[in-house]
C-alpha cells in the first residue's frame, strides 16, 4: 500500500529565504505527482503536477522535481513571502490502477512565513 | 471560467437527518471524487466515479452515498448512519490521466 510522508508537518521561516519542502513515497510505481496548496478553511489549488517520466516542472518562484528511484519530491520555494504561508501538500498517482486513479495524500506541511 | 462548484459553503445537520452536498464540474472532466478532510488525519477518500453510472467506494464509505447521473456532477449524501459526520468536504475532479481540480468545499456541523 502506497505511503506519503511529509516531513516536517510545520515549518517557520523569515521572509525572503529559499526553502525546500519534502514528500516520501514508498511504492515507486507513480503515474505522476502533485502539489497542491491549502489555505485555512479553502479547498485545494493545484501548484505542480510532474508525470512520471518527468524530472522537473516550474512555475514562477516555485520548482517541484521527483526522483522515482528514491521515492522523493522536493517543493522549491524562492524568496519567500508571508503570503505563501499555508499547507502544502503532495499526492501521488499510482501506476497500475489506471490513468483515472485515486491519490495519495500525504499529511501536508505548514509553513509560516515571517515578516 | 471552468471549475468546480461545491454547494453549500457551509451546512448543518440535525441528528438523524440525510443532507446532500452539491458538486458540478464544468471542465469536461471524466473522474470525480469525493474526499474527507478532518484535522490531523488528512484527506480521505468516501467515493469515486470514473464514468457516468458507475462509482467505486472509498476508504471510508459507510454512512454516505453518491450518485453519477451525469458526468458534470457527483452529489454525496451524507445519511444518518453515518455517525460522526462533522469535517470538511472536498470535491475533485480529473481528466484522463491529468492532475485533480479541487473545489471549494463543504463544511458540515452536525448541530
Known amino acids: 500500500k502506497q505511503e506519503v510522508t511529509q516531513i516536517p508537518a510545520a515549518l517557520s521561516v523569515p521572509e525572503g529565504e529559499n526553502l525546500v519542502l519534502n514528500c516520501s513515497f514508498t511504492?515507486?510505481?507513480?503515474?505522476?505527482l502533485q502539489w497542491f496548496r491549502q489555505d485555512p478553511g479553502k479547498g485545494l489549488t493545484s501548484l505542480l503536477l510532474?508525470?512520471?517520466?518527468?524530472r522537473e516542472q516550474t512555475s514562477g518562484r516555485l520548482n517541484a522535481s521527483l526522483d522515482k528511484s528514491s521515492g522523493r519530491s522536493t517543493l522549491y520555494i524562492a524568496a519567500s513571502q508571508p503570503g505563501d504561508s499555508a499547507t502544502y501538500l503532495c499526492a501521488v498517482r499510482p501506476m497500475d490502477t489506471g490513468a483515472n486513479s485515486k491519490l495519495t495524500f500525504g499529511k501536508g506541511i505548514t509553513l509560516s512565513v515571517r515578516p | 471560467d471552468g471549475g468546480i462548484t461545491q454547494s453549500p459553503k457551509y451546512l448543518f445537520r440535525k441528528e438523524g437527518q440525510n443532507v446532500t452536498l452539491s458538486c458540478e464540474q464544468n471542465?469536461?472532466?471524466?473522474?470525480m471524487y469525493w474526499y474527507r478532510q478532518d484535522p490531523g488525519q488528512g484527506l480521505r477518500l468516501i467515493y469515486y466515479?470514473?464514468?457516468?453510472?458507475?462509482?467505486q467506494k472509498g476508504d471510508i464509505a459507510e454512512g454516505y452515498s453518491v450518485s453519477r447521473e451525469k458526468k458534470e456532477s457527483f452529489p454525496l449524501t451524507v445519511t444518518s448512519a453515518q455517525k460522526n459526520p462533522t469535517a470538511f468536504y472536498l470535491c475533485?475532479?480529473?481528466?484522463?490521466?491529468?492532475?485533480?481540480?479541487f473545489g471549494s468545499g463543504t463544511r458540515l456541523t452536525v448541530v
Open positions: 471542465l469536461n472532466h471524466d473522474a
Open positions: 510532474i508525470q512520471s517520466s518527468q
Open positions: 466515479s470514473q464514468i457516468v453510472n458507475d462509482f
Open positions: 511504492d515507486s510505481a507513480i503515474y505522476n
Open positions: 475533485a475532479s480529473t481528466p484522463m490521466g491529468g492532475g485533480y481540480t
